[in-house]
Nanobody, 114 residues
Framework: QVQLVESGGGLVQPGGSLRLSCSAP????????MGWYRQAPGKQRMLVAS???????KYEDSVKGRFTISRDNAKNTVYLQMNSLKPEDTAVYYC????????WGQGTQVTVSS
């Protein structure tokens, strides 16, 4: 069972920042595209950002310019830096490792509210 361990969620005011972290086993992190998805209540899970093993990145349109995904190969960790947060960013955020197969973290709640 592959375990992706997330941390960093919480409650933040609009305009604030949070950084999510996700660690993965070395054999997964070195070979898989890592990504962050989110799922708001009553909505489908959707891709927020992803980063390949060669650091090519992709972002969902609504987070471009506000969120940054990065990976630290020495720590087997992928980060999602979220700035200028909006109430509509409120969701459970899931870490994902994708190649031929796919693995998921347990999810971390991000709530943006005043």
């Amino acid at each position: 069972q592959v375990q992706l361990v997330e941390s960093g969620g919480g409650l933040v005011q609009p305009g604030g920042s949070l950084r999510l972290s996700c660690s993965a086993p070395t054999n997964i992190f070195d070979l898989y595209t890592m990504g962050w998805y989110r799922q708001a209540p009553g909505k489908q899970r959707m891709l927020v950002a992803s980063i390949t093993t060669v650091r090519s990145t992709k972002y969902e349109d609504s987070v471009k310019g506000r969120f940054t995904i990065s990976r630290d190969n020495a720590k087997n960790t992928v980060y999602l830096q979220m700035n200028s947060l909006k109430p509509e960013d409120t969701a459970v955020y899931y870490c994902n490792a994708q190649r031929i197969d796919s693995f998921w973290g347990q999810g971390t709640q991000v709530t943006v509210s005043s």
